[in-house]
Nanobody
């Protein structure tokens, strides 16, 4: 069983920055891809950034160049750095993991999910 625990979400002003953290509390050593998704009420969950064990990354086009996903395989933790926050970044952010190898941001490619951490950006 894999348990993912997200932290770091909070209310911030536009232009600020956040680091979201996802810790894998219970894991299979062969965990492969991991990713961050976000969801707002009434909308589908969208993948914003994904990575594999070797540092390869994949980003949603609208956040590319601003969001940064990183991974610490020793600590079994991934991070999402979001500078210059915008009101439209407001969402519940979820961490996801899977045994698959390649980075993905398609929700159907992930077996394990965290409970989410709320990010609220005000103008």
């Amino acid at each position: 069983r894999v348990i993912l625990e997200e932290t770091g979400g909070r209310s911030v002003q536009a232009g600020g920055s956040l680091r979201l953290i996802c810790a894998v509390r219970s894991y299979d050593n062969s965990l492969g891809r991991m990713a961050w998704f976000r969801q707002t009420p009434g909308k589908e969950r969208e993948g914003v950034a994904g990575c594999d064990r070797f540092g390869r990354t994949l980003y949603l086009d609208s956040v590319k160049g601003r969001f940064t996903i990183s991974r610490d395989n020793i600590q079994n933790t991934i991070y999402l750095d979001i500078p210059n926050l915008k009101v439209e970044d407001t969402a519940m952010y979820y961490c996801a993991a899977d045994l698959g190898r390649d980075p993905e941001i398609d929700a159907s490619k992930f077996s394990y999910w965290g409970q989410g951490t709320q990010v609220t950006v005000s103008s």
